[in-house]
């Protein structure tokens, strides 16, 4: 009888575990039994910034190929550059076996779409593992692994629209139809005879908003970014077309290949590494993150913004916190440089052909120089210009939150220099006087009679200055710093509720603003005194007087 138990029991355990192994998600047991490549350990090294570390880069918001979650649950990865974040999707788990295959260890770096390409040229980044597609323009910049995987095109509009019957791209007629920004996409748009052909946006989620909201009536899709955003958005529809009556990509690579610095030793290891994908499992993956975006049934717009504030309030939070960090720290910094700029300009030097006078024109006209520099141009093109231009003419590797500050510091200091120098000016002439004809020197004109008050004069405009960093730091998501903008837009990837995301987003910065502005006034009245105060006019009187 024991016999027998035993043999139950054993037969129903190899049953269970044999349920278990076949429950398992597929990219665990690739990643688990993907085989080992022999490669020249040395040679490979060479195509990696860190030895032994295989960086990769992607937005992080474009599901079904990547996008963030706050969790490693179904084997997502920790995302290097933002604490407390998880990427996941089919580009991660492929990432996953290519650095298994290699024997190396693998870190994900979250970046903008437009900022990956310069991040592999400087290094930031060994490869792009993002959805990438290898156009002709791409390939004069990068090199491109074989596909990772292929996909045909489709066009997404209205569940209920009138195009949602549509057999043919041409049945698109009068359609105001869009491309995701800087993609083969764009290209297509022209195939489709009589539509609309609107401005290309930046990424998925902005065109389902777009759509959503009756702003465009129709936009183009890989099959895969399609299926997840009607996972995600009931409302929407898949069109696809039968053969010849679909668009024809012809020369143009419609699949996804890792991207690699020019002549870069990983492209052979990669493509060997690959190849030992069946393409089966390939389309098993795919499916299987396809149903991890989707969000079952419509919960209406309040309860969709609760779920996304309880699920990322905490990678929100964290961007404000790095917001109001990088405002505060560049405010303060931007005004020492301004205030140091105002001194020098207001510094008194005889005109002559002395040498002092000479140097001195020429700090001058390197100081207007850079006021005009950094006033004239964008700071998002200051900031891809530093952080990556450094590393890639200089060899200056700047971590993304030093060259944060430095880019919004330099900025507001351009910008405060002029304030400050107002200030200066604003103060009457006979203060700078009566301080010189009781003896003191320049230095102590500025500092005890000028300055306190130019600073108090120009406090509303400094004050300004702060606010209007609070919501420039947005821009800094085009060198992955991961403030609150940057944040958003990883959560509205994800979950494809763009508005109800930005929704939050939008309060957040508002009472971000709205708390620095009220602390601000109040550190205003503190500056001007009381408004009450007492005149002596002799030994035995006194006024008081009262400011209104």
């Known amino acids: 009888m024991s016999k027998r138990f035993g043999a139950a029991l054993s037969f129903l355990l190899l049953t269970l575990s044999l349920l278990v192994g076949l429950a ?38 474009y599901a079904p190929y990547n996008w963030s979650q706050t969790t490693d649950a179904n084997g997502a990865i920790e995302i290097s550059n933002a604490s407390g974040e998880y990427a996941n999707g089919y580009d991660v788990q492929i990432a996953k076996q290519i650095a298994d295959a290699l024997g190396l260890k693998l870190e994900i770096v979250k970046m903008e779409w437009d900022g990956l390409p310069p991040a592999l040229q400087s290094a930031k980044i060994d490869a792009i593992v993002a959805g990438m597609s290898p156009t002709p323009e791409r390939e004069k910049q990068i090199d491109f692994t074989d596909e990772y995987y292929g996909s045909d095109m489709v066009v997404v509009t209205l569940k209920d629209g009138p195009y949602a019957n549509a057999q043919s791209i041409n049945d698109f007629n009068g359609a105001k139809v869009t491309a995701q920004l800087n993609t083969f996409h764009v290209d297509l748009l022209d195939q489709m005879q009589g539509i609309d052909k609107q401005t290309p946006m930046d990424s998925f989620p902005t065109m389902i908003s777009s759509l959503l909201s009756n702003k465009i009536d129709a936009y183009i899709s890989d099959r895969p970014g399609a299926l997840s955003a009607v996972a995600a958005n009931p409302d929407l529809k898949i069109v696809s077309f039968e053969e010849g009556k679909g668009f024809d990509t012809g020369d143009i690579a419609n699949w996804s290949s890792v991207g690699l610095r020019k002549d870069s030793p990983l492209m052979e290891p990669i493509n060997q590494a690959l190849a030992t994908i069946p393409d089966k499992d390939r389309e098993n993956l795919m499916q299987e993150m396809v149903d991890l975006n989707n969000r079952g049934e419509d919960i209406g717009f309040w309860g969709e913004v609760a779920s996304i504030w309880s699920t990322y309030k905490g990678q929100l939070l964290k961007g404000a916190a790095t917001t109001m960090y990088i405002a505060l720290i560049s405010t303060l910094v931007g005004f020492l440089i301004g205030l140091l700029i105002a001194i020098y300009r207001s510094m008194p030097i005889a005109e002559s052909s002395g040498i002092v006078s000479i140097l001195y024109k020429v700090v001058e006209f ?56 107002g200030g200066i000016i604003g103060v009457d002439d006979g203060q700078s006087e009566a301080a010189k004809a009781i003896g003191m020197n320049h230095f102590q004109t500025m500092t005890y009679v000028v300055l306190p008050q130019a600073i108090r004069s120009i406090l509303p405009a400094l004050g300004n200055e702060f606010v209007i960093n609070i919501k420039d730091t947005s821009v800094l998501n085009v060198i992955a710093v991961t403030e609150l903008f940057f944040v958003s837009k990883s959560a509205a990837g994800t979950t494809y509720l763009t508005f109800q995301t930005f929704f939050i987003t939008a309060i957040i ?38 400011e209104k």
């Open 24 to 61: 398992s998600p597929l990219r665990v047991d690739a990643a688990e039994n993907q085989p080992r490549i022999e490669v020249d350990q040395e040679a490979l090294n060479q195509g990696l910034e860190t030895p032994g570390v295989l960086r990769v880069g992607m937005e992080a918001n």
């Open 509 to 546: 910065y508002f009472v971000l603003t709205f708390t620095t502005t009220r602390l601000l006034r109040l550190v205003e009245r503190k500056m001007s005194g009381s408004d009450t105060y007492t005149v002596y006019q002799s030994s035995t009187s006194e006024v008081n007087i009262h």
């Open 366 to 421: 390197l100081i207007t120089a850079y006021i005009e520099v950094f006033r004239g141009t964008p700071m998002m093109v200051q900031a891809m210009m530093i952080f990556y231009g450094s590393k890639l003419f200089l060899g200056i590797d700047m971590s993304s939150m030093f060259a944060a500050l430095l880019i919004v510091s330099v900025n507001t200091g351009a910008y405060l220099a002029e304030v400050i120098r």
